[in-house]
C-alpha cells in the first residue's frame, strides 16, 4: 500500500521536461475573471426562449464576471444565470450610473412603472437630480416640523378638553349632592345653606391649622432658643472648671478611720478635757456631762 503523503515522485528515464506544456502564471494570457456565486434575481424578468417568470428574489447559482468596463472608476459585473424551465442563458449587468441592473439577453425585464422610460426622472441630467434630491430633503425636513407643531396643538387641545371635562364632571357631582341634600330635607334652600356652611367649616378648619402650625412653629423656636442659652451655660462652667488647678493624686496607703463607739468616745473626751485643763493638786477631775454616762472620775475618788 502506497503513502498518503508523498514525499517523492517516481519520473521515468524517458521524461522531457520541454513536453509538458504548462506556461508559469505570470506569461498566461489575462481575461475577465470569472467565479461562481450564489445570488437572488435583482428584478423580475420573462425567458425569451420558453416564456417561464422569473420573479424578483429568485436564488441562481451564477457566474460572476468583472469586465473592463467602467463607470467613475467602478467596475462593472456581469452575471450569467439559466432559466428554471429550459436552461438556457440569460445575463445581465449592473448599471453604477442608475444604480440599478441592466438585462443584456436571454429574458426581458417586466415593465415597472417606476421605470418609465417617459419619465422624467429617467430623462433629467445628474444637476437636475441633485436639485430634486435637495429640494426634496428641504421639503421632508419642513413637513416633519410642521407634524411636530401639529402635534404640540393637539396635545395642548387634548389638555384644555380633559380640564373642561374635569370641571363639568365637578359640576354636575354638586349640583346632584345639592339636589339629592334638598330632596331629604324637602327644600332646596336647606342643601344651599349647608353646602355653603360646609366651604366656610372648610375654610375655618384651614385657618385654625395654619394658626397651629404657626404656634408650633414659634414653640419651637423658643426650645431651640433654650436649649442654646443651657448649651452656653454648661460651656461657661467648663470653661471655669478648666481655670481651677487639679489637685495631684498619690498612689499611697490610706488608713481608713475605724467607726467609733460609745467608750471610745467617752476616752477621748476625758482625754481632750485633761490636756485642756492641767490638774494640781487639790483639783478635781472635771465629770463629763451629757454622754448619759454619769460622773467618769467619782469612783476614782472615793478609791
Not at 192 to 205: I, K, N, P
Request: net charge negative.
Amino acid at each position: 500500500m502506497s503513502e498518503r503523503k508523498v514525499l517523492s515522485k517516481y519520473y521515468p528515464p524517458d521524461f522531457d521536461p520541454s513536453k509538458v506544456g504548462r506556461t508559469p502564471k505570470h506569461l498566461r494570457p489575462t481575461g475577465p475573471k470569472r467565479e461562481t456565486v450564489r445570488l437572488m434575481a435583482p428584478f423580475s424578468m420573462k425567458c425569451t426562449s420558453c416564456g417561464e417568470y422569473v420573479y424578483k428574489g429568485r436564488k441562481f447559482n451564477a457566474r460572476k464576471e468583472i469586465t473592463d468596463e467602467k463607470y467613475l472608476n467602478i467596475s462593472i459585473i456581469r452575471f450569467y444565470i439559466r432559466c428554471t424551465r429550459c436552461s438556457s442563458e440569460i445575463t445581465f449587468k449592473t448599471d453604477p450610473k442608475n444604480t440599478d441592473y441592466m438585462c443584456e439577453r436571454g429574458a426581458k425585464r417586466n415593465f415597472e412603472a417606476w421605470r418609465d422610460p417617459a419619465s422624467k426622472e429617467l430623462q433629467e441630467t445628474d444637476e437636475q437630480r441633485l436639485d430634486r434630491l435637495e429640494r426634496e430633503e428641504a421639503e421632508a425636513a419642513e413637513e416633519e416640523e410642521r407634524n411636530a407643531m401639529e402635534e404640540l396643538e393637539t396635545k395642548m387641545e387634548e389638555s384644555k378638553r380633559e380640564m373642561q371635562i374635569a370641571d363639568a364632571l365637578d359640576e354636575i357631582r354638586t349640583r346632584n349632592a345639592r339636589i339629592e341634600r334638598g330632596e331629604k330635607g324637602g327644600k332646596e334652600e336647606v342643601a344651599l345653606q349647608r353646602t355653603r356652611e360646609d366651604v366656610v367649616a372648610a375654610r375655618r378648619r384651614e385657618e385654625e391649622e395654619l394658626e397651629e402650625a404657626a404656634r408650633l412653629a414659634f414653640q419651637r423656636e423658643n426650645v431651640e432658643r433654650a436649649r442654646l442659652e443651657e448649651l452656653e451655660s454648661v460651656d461657661g462652667r467648663e470653661e471655669r472648671k478648666e481655670d481651677v488647678v487639679p489637685t495631684m493624686h498619690s498612689f499611697e496607703k490610706v488608713s481608713r478611720p475605724r467607726k467609733a463607739n460609745g467608750v471610745s468616745l467617752v476616752k477621748k473626751a476625758t482625754a481632750g478635757a485633761a490636756a485642756a485643763k492641767p490638774l494640781g493638786p487639790t483639783a478635781k477631775p472635771a465629770a463629763v456631762s451629757g454622754l448619759g454616762l454619769g460622773a467618769y472620775g467619782s469612783d476614782d475618788e472615793d478609791d
